[in-house]
């Protein structure tokens, strides 16, 4: 059977999953004069508007344990692929939620959100950044719109991402910019260091804005990739090319940038080949980040001075000023 990546039959889970332990109030927004609940507010929507916090824990909860087994599954099946023979020769890889290692600035209250380690022998109280292959950003979210009703329990798909009043995902600027801030703090504690590849997951394209930059982070080593895992939702949607080209236009999709520094994933088989030869050229030193591809001490006074800022958005916001100056 085909390992299937993020779809609308996972969306429903979720949903169905929780509709069983929370209130709807919990997971949608309602709608009186439709007597519905909506995960969110239709294009056409005009009414008073509230918002809806109590649906991120659960929906950053449930992605999490997805992408964990996700992952599994990819240390499972590429243990048996002799193209990564290397890989797993000696290590016995492992992934975890909620990575903390204090080398990397990764407290319990901000952890990385999934990490694959060189041994499940490890002890997770005492990690350091040797044992660690590879960190992983969790940025997704409900990405179609749906509605739901109470009284005969039904729910259903009113349309994807297009049709509703969100920004799901990676269409956030705020959720961009604190996996950006987050992989900058990173960085700094491995800047003398091997570093640690870092890959922000997502299940939406991004949009015009972000797509120049999220190929300068790849080109300087600081993010190695941003990845959609949801390449059922782009059917339709324009090519990076023929968005990039498009004068005037107010609101563009991308995805997949020139230089893939964001990019939809297209299959589980794809997923895995990326994610395990990214690991394969980290251990066997092929990989060049960023200490090579930009002037060391340019870099570190950029990193200094975003360094100081009280938050990784904050933090993202002036690195990527820095960055785009020359400092």
């Keep these: ?104 600035g990764l407290g319990s209250e901000s952890p990385a959100d999934i990490a694959i380690i060189r041994s499940d022998k490890v002890d997770k109280n005492k990690m350091n950044s040797k044992d660690i292959l590879l960190i992983f950003e969790v940025k997704m979210s409900i990405v179609w719109n749906w509605s739901y009703s109470s009284k005969t329990n039904e729910l259903e798909c009113k349309g994807d ?59 300087k080593g600081i993010i190695q990739g941003f990845y959609s895992l949801n390449p059922s939702v782009v059917k339709g949607l324009q090519s990076a090319n023929d968005v990039a080209h498009s004068k005037g236009r107010k609101e563009g999709y991308i995805i997949k940038t020139e230089h893939e520094g964001f990019l939809t994933v297209e299959s589980y088989e794809d997923f895995k080949n990326r994610v395990l030869t990214l690991m394969k050229d980290f251990v066997e030193n092929k990989s060049v980040f960023l200490s090579c591809l930009i002037d060391k001490v340019v870099l570190g006074r950029i990193i200094e001075k975003a360094s100081k800022e009280e938050n990784y958005e904050k933090m993202a916001e002036v690195f990527v000023e820095l960055l785009q100056d020359g400092e």
């Design 161 to 219: 991402f297009t049709e509703h009043q969100g920004n799901p995902s990676l269409l956030r600027s705020d959720s961009m910019l604190k996996a950006i801030g987050k992989s900058l703090s990173i960085r700094l504690k491995t800047a003398e260091k091997s570093p640690i590849p870092i890959i922000v997951l997502g299940n939406t394209p991004i949009t015009e804005h972000y797509a120049e930059m999220v190929d300068k982070f790849k080109e």
């Design 1 to 104: 059977m085909e390992i299937q990546l993020w779809t609308k039959g996972e969306e429903a889970e979720f949903f169905r999953t929780y509709l069983k332990r929370v209130k709807p109030e919990k997971l949608f927004y309602y709608l009186k004069e439709e007597d519905l609940y909506y995960a969110y507010y239709p294009k056409s929507y005009k009414g008073k508007k509230t918002t809806l916090q109590s649906r991120n824990t659960l929906i950053g909860e449930y992605t999490e344990e997805w992408v964990w087994k996700l992952l599994s599954k990819v240390i499972e099946d590429g243990s048996k692929d002799p193209q990564f023979k290397e890989l797993f020769k000696d290590r016995n890889l492992s992934v975890i939620k909620h990575l903390v290692c204090e080398e990397l």
